[in-house]
């Protein structure tokens, strides 16, 4: 599976920004799909996923209520929507598949990240 981000960039506190994963490969339909983060210095964290279906979706607790995760199975990509952006959500976000939505934080497959940068 590759995975392939986009959408990053700079926007200022409060803003919003849409990411956007395309996902190759075998069965990806069969993945679910999430994102992760990892701000400077620090590890990285899980942000949201969504199941095969997108019918099953699970946030952390920092971005529960301004990020939505969806996605579009005709077209094998992801998106995340941030609304309500902070500057404490800058990092370079990754994409990720795992074989298992119960696995969630320990995916199959990393992307290549996209940088979001909130100015205050």
């Known amino acids: 599976v590759q995975l392939q981000a986009s959408g990053g960039g700079l926007v200022q506190a409060g803003g919003s920004l849409r990411l956007a994963c395309a996902a190759s490969?075998?069965?990806?339909?069969?993945?679910?799909l999430g994102w992760f983060r990892q701000a400077p210095g620090k590890e990285r964290m899980f942000v949201a996923v969504?199941?095969?279906?997108?019918?099953?979706?699970y946030y952390a607790d920092s971005v529960k209520g301004r990020f939505t995760i969806s996605r579009d199975n005709a077209k094998n990509t992801v998106y995340l929507q941030m609304n309500s952006l902070k500057p404490e959500d800058t990092a370079v976000y990754y994409c990720?598949?795992?074989?298992?939505?119960?696995?969630?934080?320990?995916?199959?497959?990393w992307g290549q990240g996209t940088l979001v940068t909130v100015s205050s």
């Open positions: 990720v598949a795992s074989r298992s939505y119960s696995d969630y934080d320990r995916p199959d497959y």
């Open positions: 490969g075998r069965a990806v339909s069969s993945y679910a």
């Open positions: 969504i199941n095969r279906s997108g019918a099953s979706t």
